[in-house]
């Protein structure tokens, strides 16, 4: 069974063609535009692996993860950046994050990441 997937991303593009492609794959796929959303969707449904944008409106990537880890131990977090902000890279890592992809990425190295998540 293929896990269930959040996306996190205040650029509705993105987010948009994350879902489209997770969901030709396979995967459950949800999406959140913004971090309260998110946190909403976390708390009721059951997501094993989210992808985290590091710069969000109200709140970034790594303190959204910071604010899941509270009451979610167990998902898995992939963050996402278009910028070179090595020092939120950096904490979003020590937070536990899984990796930091840099956009655009490719799909099959995401695809070949996820079967890796997976397995583990």
């Not at 990796?99 to 190295?109: G, S």
């Amino acid at each position: 069974m293929k896990p269930n997937i959040l996306i996190v991303d205040d650029e509705y593009s993105v987010s948009f063609s994350l879902t489209s492609i997770l969901t030709m794959h396979g995967y459950g796929v949800m999406s959140a535009n913004t971090a309260k959303e998110a946190i909403d969707l976390i708390k009721n449904n059951d997501f094993d692996i989210a992808f985290f944008d590091i710069k969000l409106s109200e709140m970034n990537g790594v303190e959204l993860l910071k604010e899941v880890k509270k009451f979610n131990t167990t998902l898995s977090v992939i963050m996402m950046t278009a910028y070179a902000d090595n020092s939120l890279i950096e904490e979003a890592l020590k937070e536990n994050a899984v990796i930091c992809l840099r956009k655009p990425f490719k799909i099959p190295k995401l695809l070949e990441l996820l079967k890796k998540l997976i397995k583990k």
